[in-house]
């Protein structure tokens, strides 16, 4: 079997992720401050640098984005063991709850767009996701090395 054009895929990988936006719109947590509550989620504590490096924006809306996260209670920010100079990014306890709240809500949405597909359909999701798993890797090794 071919592969699929470049065009399509991003095509179809697009609209799928905007129509999921808007199905799983948590009005409490925008998608680019989910992002960065994620990124910390999963990286751990970080400088706002390194922060507005993953997240693939500029420092200062990095900056903006950890002061508006930190007054809803969602991350911390605390001087750096190694230098007190260094301002370090957490999240919270809090944090993590709503990332989790936010993720089961997601799996819920999704569950039920699922659900109005073909079992063939499924299956095939299903089959391709190995695939998908990869080319996601592939693109986020590609994004590190810059």
Known sequence: ???PGP???????????????????DPHL????????????RRGACRVTELAEAEGITQPAATQMVAKL????????????????????A???????????RQALRAERLAALLDRLSPSDRHDLAA???ALERLAEEA???ARRG
């Open 70 to 89: 930190q007054r809803a209670g969602l991350v911390t920010v605390t001087a750096s063991d190694e230098d007190r100079r260094v301002r370090m990014v």
């Open 91 to 101: 999240t919270t306890d809090a944090g993590r709850q709503r990332l989790a709240e």
């Open 1 to 3: 079997m071919d592969s």
């Open 128 to 130: 391709a996701l190995p």
């Open 30 to 41: 925008s998608f680019a401050s989910a992002g960065v509550l994620s990124t910390l989620n």
């Open 140 to 142: 986020l090794a590609e």
């Open 7 to 25: 065009e399509r895929l991003m095509m179809v990988v697009q609209r799928l992720l905007g129509g999921l936006r808007t199905v799983v719109h």
